[in-house]
């Protein structure tokens, strides 16, 4: 009788894989991993795209959950700390909300103000303003 499928034949495996679920380390500490979380956002800025918070922190191996977020964004924080004496364009913008595509609160209350920024955190002046910033992370990455 054949295996069941998933079960010793490897769909099992090619299914998590390519459902995201790798062999990485799936508690807390990939959430705070910087070296991990900024390759996952190099990869998004060289090809071109933003990553939404669930996607990224399904991408770690959680399920969406505001502590989760938080603690996320934590981690963002200190990648674009890190990269900013380097003269890199700040990575945390690329990481959005599934819903309107826009960073949420803090990192409006950080990185937007540190990067002038004064206006509402949604609407057209925002999505233009957020697209900005993304774009000078991808021609910036484009070719590194």
Known sequence: MPPASGHGD??????????????????????????????????????????????????????????????????????????????????????VREGDRLPGQGWWLGAAQAHGYRGAWEGAEAVAFVRAQQQRAFDFWATR
């Open 10 to 95: 490897g769909t099992l495996s090619r299914w998590l894989e390519a459902n995201g679920y790798d062999e990485q380390p799936r508690g807390p500490d990939a959430i705070a991993d910087v070296a991990r979380v900024r390759r996952l956002l190099l990869d998004a800025a060289r090809a071109g795209h933003a990553v939404s918070y669930s996607g990224l922190l399904r991408d770690l191996g959680h399920r969406f959950t505001r502590p989760k977020m938080r603690a996320l964004c934590r981690t963002l924080d200190a990648i674009d700390r890190q990269a900013a004496p380097d003269g890199e364009p700040p990575l945390a913008v690329l990481v």
